[in-house]
C-alpha cells in the first residue's frame, strides 16, 4: 500500500510496522515502548514525540523525511558493506544448529586455495545458468 502525501505519521508508522512484518505488541517491544502508544499513534490519538521518532529511525533504519512528511522512500538505503555486517549479524544470533551458522562457520573456515575454487565453482553455475537461460529463450 502506498500512501499518499500528507496523509498521517501514524499512518506511516503502521505502513512501516506491516512492512517490517511486525505486530503492534512486536514493535513496540523493539522500541521498549507500550503497544498500547503505537495503536495510539497508529489510529491518529497521539503523535510521537521526536525522541520516539528518532529511536524509530534508528532502530529500523528508517527515512525520517519519510517518517515525518512521506516524502522520499521508507528505508535509507545502506553500503553493501553495512548490508552485509546486518545480514551477519542476523544470521549468527539464530538458531546454533541452523544451516546459516554452519554455512558461515564452514566459510570462516576456507583456506586462500578453498576460496579460489568456491569462486571458480560459483562463476561455472552461474554461467551454466546463462546457457540454460539463452536455451531456453532461443
Known amino acids: 500500500m502506498k500512501l499518499k502525501e500528507g496523509e498521517a505519521m501514524g499512518e506511516r508508522i503502521k505502513e512501516l510496522r506491516k512492512a517490517l512484518g511486525l505486530t503492534q505488541q512486536e ?13 495510539k499513534y497508529e489510529t491518529r490519538r497521539g503523535e510521537p514525540i521526536d525522541a ?12 525520517e523525511s519519510w517518517l515525518r512528511t ?13 548490508q ?35 569462486e571458480r565453482k560459483a562463476r561455472e553455475l552461474v554461467s551454466g545458468d546463462d546457457v540454460h537461460k539463452k536455451r531456453a529463450d532461443g
Do not use: H
Not at 514493535?27 to 495503536?39: D, Q
Open 84 to 118: 552485509l555486517l546486518e545480514w551477519a549479524g542476523k544470521a549468527l544470533s539464530s538458531d546454533p544448529d541452523s544451516f546459516k551458522i554452519r554455512f558461515v562457520k564452514m566459510l570462516m573456515s576456507l583456506t586462500e586455495a578453498e576460496w579460489e575454487l568456491l
Open 27 to 39: 514493535f513496540a517491544e523493539k522500541l521498549r515502548i507500550k503497544r498500547n502508544t503505537i495503536a
Open 70 to 82: 512521506g516524502e522520499g522512500e521508507m528505508f535509507i538505503q545502506l553500503p553493501k558493506e553495512y
Open 52 to 63: 520516539v521518532i528518532s529511536l524509530i529511525c534508528r532502530e529500523f533504519n528508517v527515512n
